[in-house]
């Protein structure tokens, strides 16, 4: 053992005439350990979140979206679909059509986004439909043995509650509740985009059946949408065989710029992408800086126990400064006096960051695998905090709180190097 490390452990543990400098030290640990263990948790948290809200993006919406540039529509797409489904790195697509509708029950009515899909091919690019009955979801197949109800320029007050021939709608599961609707009831759909009449642009009508209700967990999508089948949503909107959107599911997000170019280069000239990335670019800046911002809040109860340091080695200097002037005397440079109140505060620092690792990293597997902290489901979509510890984090916080505890033994060391061995030992 270096003969500087050897001093500054035996300062660190040996008995002081003063009670107050070795309390100071203990509570100088206990900081750093507190302040590391607050950041590996808190960071765990953010992660978890971000992760969390990542998978449910995933899973919730397409990777890869291809419209018109002139938002007109897509037509005969048939043909574009199969040749884009054969592109590298296109896991699955699936057609769709979108517009803005009002959903009504009696008196109650919401806002919302039909969309008209194929239950097949949606499934197949996201898992919004994952959470209903599988029967519930088979009810949009197309039935070409059961009348369709057409839309109709008003709608017929004497139409029975829950009549089969209606076509069958899945709702959110806010959006249900909104209107008061269960699975059963018939809801009034009404698009703006309507018949011209003598009297102007009268909105169409269609009732459909609620067929299931979904719960994805974001309430952008419980409160705001509903799915029904293509040749329903189409024939709502007056659009035959006209497509809004065509979704995909790609193999490798790591790469989908660089698919959603190829699909762009494949469709040809009017068509344009939007990806999952573009989608919520701001959402994920907003949990990065939310991020940051609490690393920088937590990492002042580091600075507070570095602070503690610097006055725990600045009230040893105090306390040793015969002990350093006889150290001197024999032969002991400056720079070594130095180096042992550097040594002796890196010491505190290192054990007061093990213990805060192990303290962090352990709260944060038992939150991953216990669940023990909860959170008001309708004010987070979850349940529990969700954990997510990374290694990375931990070397990151580290090197913070030894960095820091470093800089602040900068001070009481330089003063215990100016020590002059004559002045201090005059008068003993």
């Given at each position: 053992m270096r003969f500087e490390l050897f001093i500054a452990a035996r300062y660190l543990r040996a008995k002081r005439r003063q009670a107050v400098v070795g309390l100071v030290t203990v509570i100088s640990i206990a900081g750093v350990a507190a302040g590391v263990a607050a950041l590996i948790i808190a960071l765990a948290i953010t992660?978890?979140?971000?992760?969390?809200?990542?998978?449910?993006?995933?899973?919730?919406?397409?990777?890869?979206?291809?419209?018109?540039v002139e938002a007109n529509g897509i037509r005969d797409w048939r043909p574009l679909l199969d040749r884009l489904r054969h592109i590298a790195g296109v896991k699955a697509a699936a057609p769709g059509i979108y517009g803005q509708v009002?959903?009504?029950?009696?008196?109650?009515?919401?806002?919302?986004?039909?969309?008209?899909?194929?239950?097949?091919?949606?499934?197949n690019v996201n898992d919004l439909l994952a959470t209903l009955p599988a029967e519930a979801v088979n009810e949009l197949n197309p039935a070409p043995d059961s009348p369709a109800a057409p839309p109709s320029a008003a709608p017929a007050d004497d139409a029975p509650a829950t009549p089969r021939f209606y076509p069958p709608i899945l709702l959110g599961k806010g959006l249900a509740e909104q209107i008061g609707a269960t699975v059963g009831d018939s809801v009034l759909v009404t698009s703006p985009q309507g018949e011209l009449t003598p009297l102007g642009l009268e909105p169409?009508?269609?009732?459909?059946?609620?067929?299931?209700?979904?719960?994805?967990?974001?309430?952008?999508?419980?409160?705001?949408?509903?799915?029904?089948?293509?040749?329903?949503?189409?024939?709502?909107?007056?659009?035959?065989d006209l497509l809004s959107v065509i979704s995909f599911r790609i193999t490798d997000l790591d790469h989908?710029?660089?698919?959603?170019?190829?699909?762009?280069?494949?469709?040809?000239?009017?068509?344009?992408?939007?990806n999952w990335?573009?989608?919520n670019?701001?959402?994920?800046?907003?949990?990065?800086?939310?991020?940051?911002?609490?690393?920088?809040?937590?990492?002042?109860?580091?600075?507070?126990?570095?602070l503690n340091i610097?006055?725990?080695?600045?009230?040893?200097?105090?306390?040793?400064?015969?002990?350093?002037?006889?150290?001197?005397?024999?032969?002991?440079?400056?720079?070594?006096v130095r180096r042992i109140f550097l040594l002796q505060g890196f010491l505190i620092s290192v054990i007061g960051t093990v213990i805060g690792l192990v303290l962090g990293y352990a709260a944060a597997w038992a939150g991953a695998h216990y669940h023990f902290?909860?959170?008001?489901?309708?004010?987070?979509?979850?349940?529990?905090?969700?954990?997510?510890?990374?290694?990375?984090?931990?070397?990151?916080?580290?090197?913070?709180?030894?960095?820091?505890?470093?800089?602040?033994?900068?001070?009481?060391?330089?003063?215990?190097?100016?020590?002059l061995p004559a002045e201090a030992l005059r008068y003993e």
């Amino acid at each position: 053992m270096r003969f500087e490390l050897f001093i500054a452990a035996r300062y660190l543990r040996a008995k002081r005439r003063q009670a107050v400098v070795g309390l100071v030290t203990v509570i100088s640990i206990a900081g750093v350990a507190a302040g590391v263990a607050a950041l590996i948790i808190a960071l765990a948290i953010t992660n978890g979140m971000k992760h969390d809200l990542e998978d449910r993006l995933l899973g919730s919406t397409s990777h890869i979206e291809l419209m018109r540039v002139e938002a007109n529509g897509i037509r005969d797409w048939r043909p574009l679909l199969d040749r884009l489904r054969h592109i590298a790195g296109v896991k699955a697509a699936a057609p769709g059509i979108y517009g803005q509708v009002l959903v009504s029950r009696g008196a109650r009515a919401g806002f919302a986004l039909v969309k008209g899909i194929v239950p097949a091919d949606e499934r197949n690019v996201n898992d919004l439909l994952a959470t209903l009955p599988a029967e519930a979801v088979n009810e949009l197949n197309p039935a070409p043995d059961s009348p369709a109800a057409p839309p109709s320029a008003a709608p017929a007050d004497d139409a029975p509650a829950t009549p089969r021939f209606y076509p069958p709608i899945l709702l959110g599961k806010g959006l249900a509740e909104q209107i008061g609707a269960t699975v059963g009831d018939s809801v009034l759909v009404t698009s703006p985009q309507g018949e011209l009449t003598p009297l102007g642009l009268e909105p169409r009508y269609q009732r459909f059946r609620v067929a299931g209700i979904f719960h994805s967990g974001f309430y952008a999508y419980d409160n705001a949408w509903a799915f029904t089948s293509l040749a329903a949503t189409q024939q709502l909107f007056s659009e035959p065989d006209l497509l809004s959107v065509i979704s995909f599911r790609i193999t490798d997000l790591d790469h989908t710029e660089e698919t959603a170019r190829a699909i762009e280069a494949a469709a040809g000239k009017g068509y344009m992408t939007t990806n999952w990335i573009d989608q919520n670019r701001e959402l994920f800046r907003a949990l990065k800086l939310e991020q940051a911002v609490t690393f920088i809040v937590i990492a002042l109860i580091v600075l507070v126990a570095a602070l503690n340091i610097l006055i725990a080695l600045t009230m040893m200097v105090m306390e040793k400064t015969r002990d350093i002037a006889v150290l001197m005397s024999y032969g002991v440079s400056t720079g070594q006096v130095r180096r042992i109140f550097l040594l002796q505060g890196f010491l505190i620092s290192v054990i007061g960051t093990v213990i805060g690792l192990v303290l962090g990293y352990a709260a944060a597997w038992a939150g991953a695998h216990y669940h023990f902290i909860h959170v008001s489901a309708e004010v987070y979509n979850l349940d529990t905090l969700p954990f997510a510890p990374r290694a990375i984090h931990g070397l990151i916080v580290a090197a913070l709180s030894i960095g820091v505890s470093l800089l602040a033994t900068l001070y009481p060391s330089s003063s215990a190097a100016g020590i002059l061995p004559a002045e201090a030992l005059r008068y003993e």
